[in-house]
């Protein structure tokens, strides 16, 4: 309840000083463009899962955390949580287009002990990316750990 109280104290202090605490921010897109597979150990098996991240805002994003599921033909399906710690740049503005990007690789590692081959399987993923917006009521509300704006991400094709 006191919580609630402070943060509505300063949104009307944000008013009244005129202070801009909340930008408009366009959301950003993700997509996976790939799955790779990158190790393999008698128990099992490294992906990186590929996916662009674009910004069509001009003020950069922080990318939080990613929550992502993964499922190849035949296995079972597999959850993960990411805390990516990096920023998603802001776009410039060149004839017209604004758009940052970035290309995110999220690990996942799975217990695999057959010999079959792994590349060419089938594999989809699903995930929601949570990002910071800027705004210092939203940091604020960040780190009263309030829910953050999201975007989802999928994808299918073949393992690489």
């Excluded at 597979?37 to 994003?61: F, H, K, Q, S």
């Excluded at 695999?112 to 210092?136: F, N, W």
Aim: hydrophobic content about 40%.
């Amino acid at each position: 309840m006191v919580t609630r109280q402070f943060v509505w104290l300063v949104i009307a202090m944000s008013m009244v000083s005129g202070c801009r605490l909340v930008d408009k921010v366009a959301q950003p897109t993700a997509r996976v463009v790939g799955v790779r597979l990158v190790d393999r150990t008698p128990d099992g098996i490294r992906l990186e899962i590929d996916v662009i991240v674009e910004n069509p805002n001009l003020v950069a994003l922080p990318l939080v955390r990613c929550d992502y599921a993964v499922t190849l033909d035949g296995m079972d399906r597999y959850t993960f949580v990411d805390e990516l710690h990096r920023t998603l740049p802001g776009g410039v503005e060149q004839g017209g287009s604004r758009v940052g990007r970035q290309v995110v690789s999220l690990p996942v590692a799975i217990p695999y002990s057959g010999t079959d081959q792994l590349r060419g399987i089938r594999y989809r993923v699903q995930g929601v990316l949570y990002y910071q917006p800027p705004g210092e009521l939203l940091k604020l509300l960040d780190e009263l750990h309030t829910d953050l704006p999201s975007v989802t991400l999928q994808g299918t094709g073949q393992i690489d």
